[in-house]
């Protein structure tokens, strides 16, 4: 062999070792990109598995806040009606003949208040609060002169 062949295999078997490890580099990085996206792949897949759990979790949330809505709505004519039937027991009865009711009117006098009144009358102030309601809250309030309050006959 000549000098120049010789350089020749050398410079060829130069050629082939870079191209081995250049190949070998490639593909030790393949095998790296491979994993990553079998990797990537995976946590798809999980998190495809999660996002069903939670679109069932919001489809079960939605028939209970449609339930709820349905037993809200039922709630509230069922109060609306208590309310209807609250307000008839107020409404006046007709009473007929005579009836003779247990109290009488009585005049409160100048610098009375609740509780100085019922004392005359010969009752408490909760009586008189009780028979004449738009007084709460004036238990130690004057009372305006010649004021007419309901009280209970003696």
Do not use: C, H
Request: proline residues 3%; hydrophobic residues 45%.
């Amino acid at each position: 062999m000549s000098l120049s062949s010789s350089r020749m295999a050398r410079g060829t078997r130069l050629l082939l070792v870079s191209l081995f490890a250049t190949l070998t580099v490639l593909i030790g990085g393949g095998t790296k990109v491979a994993l990553d996206l079998r990797d990537r792949n995976a946590r798809i897949t999980a998190l495809e598995a999660e996002l069903d759990q939670a679109r069932q979790q919001i489809a079960a949330a939605e028939v209970s806040l449609s339930e709820r809505a349905t037993q809200l709505a039922v709630t509230e004519k069922e109060k609306a009606d208590l309310a209807k039937k609250l307000d008839n027991s107020y409404a006046a009865v007709p009473v007929g003949g005579r009836v003779d009711f247990p109290i009488m009117r009585g005049m409160a006098r100048e610098g009375d208040t609740v509780a100085t009144f019922a004392k005359r009358e010969g009752t408490t102030p909760d009586v008189v609060i009780a028979l004449n309601p738009w007084l709460k809250g004036q238990k130690g309030g004057q009372l305006a002169d010649r004021a007419s309050l309901w009280i209970p006959k003696r």
